[in-house]
């Protein structure tokens, strides 16, 4: 019985140490996956011209993703620069101004917003800003635009972001003592006083991670993006302009990419630089994370 | 003393109240976003809302006939969430007990694991989805339930997993050391006493992934295709909600557009219905975790 | 003993939540004398001092009633600006807080969020309170390094410098070397003797005898009730309570 017992936990400590090594390395999977599929590819192509060329016509083998790049930088520059201001100033109201029973109240909502699927922020943008922009922003610029364009997708996205930063900021702030506020509050410092020299000071490691994540996260979504962005593969001028986004790409060739060649490692390659941007930006941003926290310590 | 003498304003207290007045109006804004993409979504989707959009497959095509209803989508998408969260809890519920209960404090493969799955959670949908397709691909499989279920089983555990980590993590050391002092291995003090002490946080994981999965398109796209019918096999093509919005919002046919509205409703009042559910458990759990 | 009044509190309560912290508290505070506020722990020490410059605000659910009137204006007054009573009133906390900056920028903080930009004055402020706690020797030679990097009891008296850099009248301390090592403790406390020739000190500590040595004045507080408050002579030696008698003693505590 006990020697039964032993055997049954050591047997099962095994398995779980198996299955937790095996799921650590699940992104090196993906990885590894990815790039097996875009070998043929980048055997024949050099990667500078698949990332730089603007040329993508893929019936005549030429596969050059710099337009797609591009269209997402846009589109997360923008979502980006908008979410920003937003969801700082919340954070900074929801954790050191509101009263305990509106945060109890905002703090389920915004989760809310995070929960929401990508494809309803889609089907909103399509029904409320692309229209939005199509009839009252871009003639205010004295231009046309259908509304699909880099500056609706920007908005869906910029709203998708705001819990990300919000919430990464809140518990920053939570995390900074008590005391370190009173001490400049007893000095006689406002309340906002105290948030710009001594708070936002102390938690900007945490504010550039909560950017940061902000930006993978828009990097990489694709839905939302898709159903607003307008999907032409030029270099966008304006963000009136449409663009066409990397994962929007992948998407609406899945059909194709079978009985054209190599079609289907172009578009996996194209996930493949997704994912691994997606990487480079959560890796900096612990870097910044450690950097920044020793120099202010 | 030396009073050397400080000069009087009022400057900073317009600063205060300008910045205050930014706050507020942004947590306004934030908040009225979300407000206006509810309402929008009510607006469209109840009017479109019908018996028969519910107990019915579309009919002459899900893109093209205007008869039928998205039954197909409700019934698809219940499978795939279900499967692929059943899926993602066998591969968490062992990992997260493993990471808590056998390793020792300050352990590298703690640390890593869940530094691993703090990147998998920010990894975008649609690079599961394409992951998915190569395990297709190199399994033979054509665009299934079960090819869903796997894309969106690793799209959620990591979610779960990190959920569930949460709550175990508050488990008080002192309840391990009085289950192995009474003699249990740490198999049964893992799966008696960890799980039942955390099982409401454990469920709120559940129901998060669950939630994530049900409402996630671009993994599914290549993975599960898209049907008229109910999936009856693994092996056939599934429809899903999210993707029933997608495609039959770009139909020029106003018929089908309303299914689309109904779709985007019915997964709203999911969402919706998930997150309250997981906020009551989080809230009772809370309260019975020792501080 | 007679004494000018500093701070009079008159009949103040504070709850947290339904909980009370302070009961009807009836105190004047002697002018240019140090004051210890003595009692054992979570009987409302810390409550008392932060009502003096309002750091109570800034807790979830705190209710006050009563004044607190500070050279006679009753500083919980609507009217009145917490920022402008704070500024009359320097804190040491029970660790030493320094702000996230160098040296020269924390004791500079207080004088420049207060409107102060003149460099060269900027600059004679800084080595003046610098000395005033007597840490200008030891750091002159590296003001613009992190006042993190200053030993425990170092970083205290940077927080004494930057509180006077405000030129305040009064100055709180809320067991001030609870965290500091005995010799720390001893600098602290020195500056305490010297610095109430200008300044009302109102200490809050459990040490009994950094009370007997310190104090002028002396109130004890028992779970939020003001016990026995009298010169520090009449209270040590002869205290009319029985409950002050047994908290002496050491029976309580």
Redesign the interface.
Known sequence: MQTK??L??KL??K???I???F?????F??AF??Y??SRPILAIKPLTELLFSTSWHPLRGEFGLFPFIMGTLWVTGVAVAIAI???L??A???SE??H?IIREW?A??????A??????????G???IVPLIKDHIAPLWGTFSTGYSVLAAGIVLA?MV?PVI?HVTIEVFRSI?????????????????TIK??VA??ALPGIIAAIV?AL??A?????AVL?VAGNVAKLPSSVLDPAYPL?AL??NN?GEMLSVPLYDSA??LA?LV??LV??F???LSRIILIRVERR?? | MVRLGLPHMNKRRIEENIFKGLMIFSTFIILSCLLLILGTIIIKGLPAMNLAMITQTPKGGYYLGKEGGILNAIIGSLYLAGGATFLAILISLPVVLYLNVYTKKGSRLVFFTRFSFDVLWGVPSIVYGAFGFTIMLFLGLRASLLGGIIAVSFLIFPIMSRAMDEVIRMIPEELLDASYALGATRLETAFKIVTRQALPGILTAVLIAFGRGIGDAASVIFTAGFTDHIPYSLFRPAATLPLAIFFQLGTPIPEVQERAYASAFILTAIILIVSVVSRILTKRFTKHVVK | MEFKTHISVKNLSVFYGKEPALKNITVDIPDKKITAIIGPSGCGKTTLLKSFNRLVDSIDGIKVSGEVLVDGENIFDPEVEATHIRKKMGLLSQRPYPLPMSIYDNVAYGPRIHGMKDKKKLGEMVEHYLKESSLWSEVKDRLHTPASKLSIGQQQRLCLARGLAVEPEIILGDEPTSALDPKSSQRIEARFLELKKEYTIVVVTHILRQAKRLADYVIFLYLGELIEHGPAERIFENPKEEMTKEYIKGTIS
């Open positions: 017992r032993l049954k936990d099962a400590s398995f779980m140490l299955l937790t090594v799921s650590g390395l699940v992104v999977f993906i996956g990815l097996q599929r201001p937003f969801s100033l919340t900074i109201y929801l101004y509101a305990k905002t389920p909502l915004i989760d809310l917003l929960g929401i699927p990508s494809v309803i922020y889609g089907i909103w399509v029904l409320v709203i705001f919000i003592p008590h005391e370190l506020r009173d001490a400049s509050l007893a000095l006689g410092a406002t309340r906002w006083q020299h001594v000071r102390k994540l993978s996260r990097f990489g979504e694709t839905m159903m994962p992948i998407v899945y578009l996996l996930s997704l994912l997606v990487l930006f959560n890796i202010i310590q």
